[in-house]
């Protein structure tokens, strides 16, 4: 199984509707590891990484997010795996 590493940007309205919560559960469930975090300009940042079919179903997730969620667009990147980061984390 090979890992895969995306940072994702997420626009819309994603603050203040459980997005990071709902994010941190859905990552768990799919296996992977990383962080996300709510950005100044009102959008959602994210490292996900893991199996490429577990961040890929993640990514497309995203662009619906919970149901309070309002998601404009998820913007993807992909970047190379960062052995320090275990567990995926809400970060404040």
Do not use: C, Y
């Not at 203040?16 to 709902?22: D, E, M, P």
């Amino acid at each position: 199984m090979t890992a895969v590493a995306v940072n994702a940007r997420v626009t819309g309205r994603v603050q203040g509707v459980a997005f990071r919560t709902w994010a941190r559960a859905e990552a768990l469930r799919h296996g992977l590891s990383g962080w996300i975090r709510n950005e100044p300009d009102g959008s959602v940042r994210a490292l996900l990484m893991g199996p490429a079919a577990g961040v890929a179903d993640m990514v497309r997730g995203m662009g619906h997010g919970p149901g309070a969620a309002a998601v404009k667009d998820v913007l993807t990147e992909r970047t190379v795996p960062d052995p320090e980061v275990s567990g995926f984390t809400i970060v404040r």
